[in-house]
């Protein structure tokens, strides 16, 4: 329904020990874990990453399934 759902300020286990902050230098990867609160019967279709700030002139963007 292209409602925008932001991260969870909640801890879980399945993200314990990872930081919802990190900085990736260009050409580097990363892997991170961000939980969501979504209510029960919506269904996620695209999940979208944006930069804190504008810091960066692109986004991510990945098809969920």
């Known amino acids: 329904n292209g409602n925008v759902i932001l991260p969870a300020k909640v ?21 991170t874990c961000v939980s969501y609160d979504v209510k029960d019967g919506v269904k996620i279709t695209k999940v979208q990453f944006f930069p804190a700030a504008g810091s960066g002139p692109d986004y991510g ?3 969920a399934s």
């Open 11 to 31: 801890a879980t286990t399945a993200c314990a020990g990872m930081a919802p902050k990190y900085h990736v230098a260009a050409g580097k990867s990363a892997t």
């Open 61 to 63: 963007e990945w098809l």
